[in-house]
């Protein structure tokens, strides 16, 4: 682990006397005036601002990144309870709408430092080679500008530097990981042994949870709150894993600012800086460089707001392309009914996963896949899921009063990017007077037939490790899309290098910028992609 | 908690489940937890917040809706209405409303009113003087409905609002953590015992543990 500590200190700059935060490196913070020039500002400090932020600092690049939320301390703002933890999540109002529409908030919005990552669950697979050839290959979705190969090195450094644990990795491109997998609790035990018992491969991880004392942060205690911030330090997110060497280096991360525009010269098409708002007052921020790093939604929203002459449709919308292809991955939950006792609680809900039916399979009548991982839904999750099964009153009750006995897997299932699934500004404005996001989604013939195929494999598993009953209830999760990399500003709104197509000095450095998701869990990826956009800019992409 | 309570414990809820896990008590174990977790836990049963969003007739209904959606009957039951109403004055919402329904604050108003005319229609009374029967007849109609319209609003939406806020009031309580045998919060400590019928030593097996709801045996 040497190595990484050379590139990224930040495990070793956080304290260990048992407290989480380093007040000291905050409060020492260097700190830019807003008429100062500064090389990059970065909108939004989640996976991908803030690995830009640590690489740039780290190359000597004076930066400042922005955050509407606030600069989390897990001692004093983070509590071990579910219904505690609403303020993780983005909560400024959205709308949403389609055929199928998707519930934001805890289920995938983030804010803060840290970004979702802080309550994401830990999972971080790496994507397959195929998904970034999915159009050439099976005729939907869209091929990258980038391969596999292009962004394998920063995987590599990021899965050291998360770090990752988890076995060999037999799907995709066989890896390993530099920590070895946790134990599993009950969950993931019922998923091993009914994976063993049906012939499907299933394995321990991967995780960016650390397993073991990695730098100043310290083991797992495997109480299961991954959802709601890990108090510990042992859960990996850039407010541990990245903005720490960040600081140490000379960024600024401003928080409780909401960028509500980019700043634009007609006169040299390029970005001057970002206008926000920061305890009531409007500021404006000037960078030579402006990355947009807000995810799926609050990037778009952010570019469909900064109109002017030259974009009246919105800051790179030439083409129409900002806002759509956003893709969520259907994610089914099917839990299943055991004598003995689960409790599935005890331990992070990410334990097992399979990728075996990842990719496209000749003999399926739909193109593409899914995997499969534990979940172990907290009782207000689980309520809500029992509730929308259609239980209530007495009925509700005692099913909930069976929850130690319950197993729960969940799926990801490749839904494909679709013009039609994006992000327009609603009447509807918030509270600092900007129209808030309309998020249409709508699902095709292909996507619901993963969902069923996927509810089968679960169910199978399930029965295979002596369910008695199984239940299954869809939902959605993650978000990645809408302001997609392409090779052509036809197709997308920024290159494989992350800079957008319209304005040379304007980049998106977050998970809006997939092209496809495949069937993994994204947080990885964003971040990788991330680092390698930063790698263009310190190579004198400026 | 609307009954009485001594502060610092949860008791046990008028039952719907059969004490399933006798004698545990997840606030035995508050010395273990971090102070900030235990004052957020310990906040919810003490009083609780004064209502200030509701009117007087809509906090009935609401309080008539939760009880039914919930199950509870007779005291002691966890107050449910009034974290509802916080959230409400607070405007803590799930951060995304259906673009075919009204901001939350607007969809519990309404969605109140419309139980109200219901239950006049049903039974000539409001819905919260209405008999927990008729209530119960009133609700299950709206389920029914589905994706339907109910007085010009998606019935399932309606029932998204109400069983996401009620189920997260409920389900936050360290009482209906008892009920269900969760332990609550777990940092500093942890788990050191996970694993299939592998428990901690303050954690309680069900003592019916072939109560499965799907077959009916528990009912």
Redesign the interface.
Known sequence: MAAVRERNESAWLLPNDGSRTNHRLREDMRRFADSDLVDLVVVGCGAGGSTLLQRLARRGWQVVGLDAGPFWDP??????????S?HL?????????GTD?V????NN?GRGVGGSMVHYAGYTPRFHPSDFATWTNDGVGADWPISYRDLRPYYEDIEQELPVAGEDWPWGDPHSYPQRPH????NG??FLRGAYASGITAKVGPVAISNGRFGNRPH??????CLQGC??NAKASPLITHIPDALAHGAEIRANSMVTGIGFDERTGRATGVHYIRGGVPRFQRAAVVAVAGYSIETPRLLLNSASRRFPDGMCNDFDQVGRYLMVQGAPQTAG???????M???PPPEVSSEQFYETDPGKPYQRGFSIQTVSP???T???HM??Q?H??????????????WSCLGALCEFLAQPGNRVTLAE?KDRYGLPVA?FSYSQCDNDKQLVRAAQDVMEQILHAAGA??V?TIDRYAHLVGGARMASDERHGVVDGNCRSFAVPNLYITDGSVLPTQGAANPALTIMAVAARGAAHLTAGGR | MSGPAEPGTAPRISDATGDRFPGFNVLDQVSHWDPVTAGLVLSRVGRPPDIRFFSPAEEAAATALCDRLLGQGGEPKVAVVPHIDARLTEQETDGWRYADMPEDRQAWRESLRFLDEDSRAACSREFARASAEDQRAVIQAVQDLGAKDWHGLCAAHVWSLWTRYACTAFYAHPSAWNEIGFPGPAYPRGYKNPGVDAREPYEVADARPSADPLDGKGR
Do not use: Q
């Open positions: 001692d004093a703002d983070w509590v071990s309870d579910e219904a505690g609403h999540y983005w909560t400024e109002p959205r709308v949403i709408s529409p519930p934001m908030g805890s919005s134990p599993v609790g009950g035990e019922i797992c205690i495997y109480r299961g709150f108090k510990v009914r055991f004598a003995a006792e689960v409790r609680y005890k331990s907290l009782p207000i689980w309520a809500e509730a929308a259609g209530w009153g007495a009925d509700l009750r005692r099913y909930m009063s069976d929850y130690v006995h509807e309309n008695d009953e239940i």
